[in-house]
Nanobody, 127 residues
Framework: QVQLVESGGGLVHPGGSLRLSCAVSGRTVSTLTMAWFRQAPGKEREFVTAMKSSGGTSYDVASVKGRFTVSRDRGKNMVYLQMNSLNAEDTAIYYC????????????????????WGQGTQVTVGS
């Protein structure tokens, strides 16, 4: 059974940075498709970024515009989301997700394609 635990959320000023972490247990990260989603109040969960088991990455260009970077540490079995130049629109609960299978790029953004989810970590951007 794969378990995901996010950490690193908090309150940050506009223009600031945060790094979210996702601790993975039960399977090595290099065998999973890993993704970050977020959900703002009153909105649907939306795709932020994903890393395939091969190491290839995909981003939601419209929302992150080069500000966010996903990475993984195989030795620590961790996945990270580095977020820079944060603004109020980035305020949301951020979720780490893992998929057992290999997903094609066009399928990465669909929550239903992921088998495991973390509990989420709150990110609030404000002054």
């Amino acid at each position: 059974q794969v378990q995901l635990v996010e950490s690193g959320g908090g309150l940050v000023h506009p223009g600031g940075s945060l790094r979210l972490s996702c601790a993975v247990s039960g399977r090595t990260v290099s065998t999973l498709t890993m993704a970050w989603f977020r959900q703002a109040p009153g909105k649907e969960r939306e795709f932020v970024t994903a890393m395939k088991s091969s190491g290839g990455t995909s981003y939601d260009v419209a929302s992150v515009k080069g500000r966010f970077t996903v990475s993984r540490d195989r030795g620590k079995n961790m996945v990270y989301l580095q977020m820079n130049s944060l603004n109020a629109e980035d305020t949301a609960i951020y979720y780490c997700a893992a998929g057992r299978g290999s997903l094609i790029t066009s399928s990465l953004r669909l929550p239903s394609n992921y088998d495991y989810w973390g509990q989420g970590t709150q990110v609030t951007v404000g002054s």
